[in-house]
């Protein structure tokens, strides 16, 4: 606590910045020579006693004062020049300050419970006012007296409706509105000759901006986000004007007289969607970047050839632009985006733009050609994705400075020139180019970190890649027509392989030195015999070799020892999985149709596995350690013909999913009614099937699928199964005990053997039931 400071009358300055824990300054107001008070960050300060005797108080400091409610005496401070109370979250209200005349700086930003600053309007010496984020604040007086003002922000005054006397204030020249939602209309501001900034973005409810012709000396305006907005003044004499920004402005048809801003040098009017022309722009030689992405009903640029300054160039989204003008003078453009104008045919003078880093044409795809652009040696991106009917790009060869080429979906496309020359090229893209058969010289591409050639059908072979030693992801998914990928051996960098669905890929090179290797995705590789070195691939985390059909073996793969997923799938001549039980960070086992398998190892090390999938596995005749699977949650084994026991499964509390359906040689499941986890229970065409253990403990069971068990005698505990929902006992011919349901509350689907009495299931209610 703060003692009593009322006998310090000629104390002149009094700062208690960061006094967190002050909850009052008893004494204050006996301070008849203070001149400054620094209260920054004073937390806790609830209430200052009565300030209106500090009669030469100059500045009053309160901010982040967050408990503040209220300031009594302020309207008595009459020497007061600074008033800084931005973030007093709690201050409701002001007394009356009209008597402040000498006030020269007001920070209320961030007062975001403040009603009403009664007096504002006679603040005559005021020169900066801040009312930032003053959400509660609907309305202000009448600032037309207010002559010397030169900063205005309001930004995201939410609640405003109006600015009266705004118009008057001819000394202003920064005015933000920014944000302020509810404003509908300003005063004329042609009077307002001074004003160099005017932001009023995202003034949704704002429909015109009267005066806005006048503003001779504005250097910026942002008026984007202004939804309602749907026309502007005449903007010819705003001579000085260098940024005008005025995205999503979605309902402006017309901006009369952009052509005559000699000063600008940003305009943006990206989301114009109602935007149909724009004038003539050939005299904006100042222009350095013109956006205009997403103006749907935009046809043409008159006079773009002329915009000689311009850097940057974006025009993606015009769906409705079919013609750019020759853009070869335009040579100090660095960025050139035409993503998505789909009706554009041809770029005259493309082959010019010298100083070109990044072009953007993905998504045009009735563009058939593009000029030579060997002289575009400065350029780092190319895209042009989906630009279907494109049939070849001339002088690609020499853009020795390109880091990405992005191609994919150029399916017109037959051929690309020697590429040996790219070695900046980082990034290769050629995804979907069904008439592509060769890539010349990708094999010298030696910066290359990613290469994609999926779905190119017609693709026969790749050069040799050893010498592409950074290479770090390798995606040839669906080359169909592929036979090998000849040095794949010798990317010792490489982390990502994907060759899925290379049908005629017969091998792969001996891929031991991969050491680096995370991914390796070889599905539907029909033709694929073997995976030499597979085995030393220590930092293999996924391997998926699904519907590999031709696949006899795999090499041990024990030193695996970080492999999360491993997906066999569909290997119908594999025999044995060699290693599979040291595999101790395994988490999904995928086996499904692996038809030869005949055994697994011990897999009582998984502790971490989560899935296991031997659907079909029809040879399996056990999975020994099974029962050791603590962190299981699903397991599928349906349709193992073979099996005729598991282990004692009462371990796998975490399990969800049990499905051993169609094991018809299995007899019996250990451990079942201690699985509390288990949601559903598929054991469906279970023939020999004797019996289950009692159930009553599986609390959670959704799911019972006991159809086809035709040994089974009995399901003790069925009855306590109270979140059962879809139970199919239907075949179970040895079933004579009528089981009572009439907990059952939630099942919704049954299907009975003929044998059972429905008697006692007239206790049950429940949507289908059928014999």
């Given at each position: 606590?703060?003692?009593?400071?009322?006998?310090?009358?000629k104390l002149r300055t009094l700062v208690i910045k960061g006094c967190n824990s002050l909850e009052a300054v008893p004494g204050l107001g006996s301070l008849v020579a203070l001149e400054e008070l620094d209260a920054n960050g004073c937390y806790s300060l609830r209430e200052l006693p009565d300030v209106s005797n500090l009669t030469k108080l100059r500045t009053l400091i309160l901010r982040s004062c967050n408990s503040l409610t209220v300031v009594l005496g302020l309207g008595g401070l009459v020497a007061l020049?600074?008033?800084?109370?931005?973030?007093?979250?709690?201050?409701?209200?002001?007394?009356?300050?009209?008597?402040?005349?000498?006030?020269?700086?007001?920070n209320l930003r961030d007062c975001k419970s403040l009603t009403a600053v009664p007096g504002l309007g006679s603040l005559v010496?005021?020169?900066?006012?801040?009312?930032?984020?003053?959400?509660?604040?609907?309305?202000?007086?009448?600032?037309r007296n207010l002559t010397k003002l030169w900063k205005l922000y309001l930004g995201s005054c939410k609640s405003l409706t109006t600015v009266p006397g705004l118009g008057s204030l001819v000394a202003l020249k920064t005015l933000d509105a920014e944000g302020c939602e509810s404003l509908r209309e300003l005063p004329d501001v042609s009077s307002l000759t001074k004003l160099r900034i005017l932001y009023i973005g995202g003034c949704k409810s704002l429909t015109a901006v009267p005066g806005l012709g006048s503003l001779v000396a504005l250097a910026s305006l942002e008026a984007d986000g202004c939804e309602s907005l749907r026309e502007v003044p005449d903007v010819s004499n705003l001579t000085n004007l260098q940024k005008l920004y005025l995205q999503d402005c979605k309902s402006l048809t017309a901006v009369p007289g952009l052509g005559s801003l000699v000063a600008l040098e940003e305009l943006d009017a990206a989301g114009c969607q109602s935007?149909?022309?724009?004038?003539?722009v050939s005299n904006l030689t100042n222009l350095q970047t013109l956006g205009l992405k997403d103006c749907k009903l935009l046809t043409e640029v008159p006079g773009l050839r002329s915009l000689v300054a311009l850097n940057v160039l974006v025009l993606r989204g015009c769906e409705s632009?079919?013609?750019?003008?020759?853009?070869?003078?335009?040579?100090?453009?660095?960025?050139?985006?035409?993503?998505?104008?789909?009706?554009?045919?041809?770029?005259?003078?493309?082959?010019?733009?010298?100083?070109?880093?990044?072009?953007?044409?993905?998504?045009?795809?009735?563009?058939?050609?593009v000029p030579d652009v060997r002289n575009l040696t400065n350029l780092q991106i190319l895209n042009l994705q989906d630009c279907k009917s494109l049939t070849a790009v001339p002088g690609l060869g020499s853009l020795v400075a390109l880091k990405e080429i992005w191609l994919r979906g150029c399916e017109s496309l037959r051929e690309v020139p020697d590429v040996r020359n790219l070695t900046n090229l980082q990034k290769l893209n050629i995804d979907g180019c069904k008439s592509l058969v060769a890539v010349p010289g990708l094999g010298s591409l030696v910066a290359l970190e990613e290469i994609w050639l999926r779905r190119c059908k017609s693709l026969c072979e790749v050069p040799d890649v050893r010498n592409l030693t950074k290479l770090r992801r390798l995606n040839i998914d669906g080359c169909k027509s592929l036979v090998a990928v000849p040095g794949l051996g010798s990317l010792v960098a490489l982390k990502e392989i994907w060759l899925t669905g290379c049908e005629s890929l017969r091998e792969v090179p001996d891929v031991r030195n991969l050491t680096n290797l995370q991914i390796l995705n070889l599905?539907?590789?029909?033709?694929?015999?073997?995976?030499?070195?597979?085995?030393?691939?220590?930092?293999?985390?996924?391997?998926?070799?699904?519907?590999?059909?031709?696949?006899?073996?795999?090499?041990?793969?024990?030193?695996?020892?970080?492999l999360q997923k491993l997906s066999l799938r569909g290997?119908?001549?594999?025999?044995?999985?060699?290693?599979?039980?040291?595999?101790?960070?395994?988490?999904?086992?995928?086996?499904?149709?692996?038809e030869s398998l005949c055994e697994v190892p011990d897999v009582s090390n998984l502790t971490k596995l989560k899935i296991l999938d031997l659907d079909g596995c029809k040879s399996l005749r056990a999975v020994p350690g099974l029962g050791s699977l603590v962190a299981l949650e699903k397991m599928w084994l349906t349709g193992c013909e073979r099996l005729r026991e598991v282990p004692d499964v009462r371990n796998l509390t975490k399990l969800q999913i049990l499905s051993l359906g169609g094991c018809k040689s299995l007899t019996a499941v250990p451990g079942l009614g201690s699985l509390v986890a288990l949601e559903e229970i598929w054991l469906t065409g279970c023939e020999r099937l004797r019996e289950v253990?009692?159930?009553?403990?599986?609390?959670?069971?959704?799911?019972?699928?006991?159809?086809?068990?035709?040994?089974?005698?009995?399901?003790?505990?069925?009855?306590?199964?109270?979140?059962?929902?879809?139970?199919?006992?239907?075949?179970?011919?040895?079933?004579?005990?009528?089981?009572?349901?009439?907990n059952l509350t939630k099942l919704r689907m049954c299907e009975l053997p003929d044998v059972i009495n429905l008697t006692k299931l007239r206790m049950c209610s429940f949507g289908y039931a059928s014999r």
């Open positions: 606590m703060l003692p009593s400071l009322q006998m310090l009358t020049e600074s008033l800084n109370a931005q973030g007093c979250a709690s201050l409701r209200e002001l007394p009356d300050v009209s008597n402040l005349t000498k006030l020269r700086t007001l010496a005021l020169e900066s006012l801040w009312l930032w984020r003053c959400e509660s604040l609907r309305e202000l007086p009448n600032l935007l149909r022309e724009l004038p003539d632009l079919r013609k750019v003008s020759d853009v070869s003078n335009l040579t100090s453009l660095r960025t050139l985006n035409l993503w998505g104008c789909k009706w554009l045919t041809a770029v005259p003078g493309l082959g010019s733009l010298v100083a070109l880093e990044v072009l953007y044409a993905e998504g045009c795809v009735n563009l058939r050609e599905q539907d590789c029909k033709s694929l015999t073997a995976v030499p070195g597979l085995g030393s691939l220590v930092a293999l985390e996924k391997m998926w070799l699904k519907g590999c059909e031709s696949l006899r073996e795999v090499p041990d793969v024990s030193n695996l020892s970080i290997c119908k001549l594999l025999t044995a999985v060699p290693g599979l039980g040291s595999l101790v960070a395994l988490e999904e086992i995928w086996l499904k149709g692996c253990p009692d159930v009553r403990n599986l609390t959670k069971l959704q799911i019972l699928s006991l159809g086809g068990c035709k040994s089974l005698t009995a399901v003790p505990g069925l009855g306590s199964l109270v979140a059962l929902e879809k139970m199919w006992l239907k075949g179970c011919e040895s079933l004579r005990e009528e089981p009572d349901v009439r």
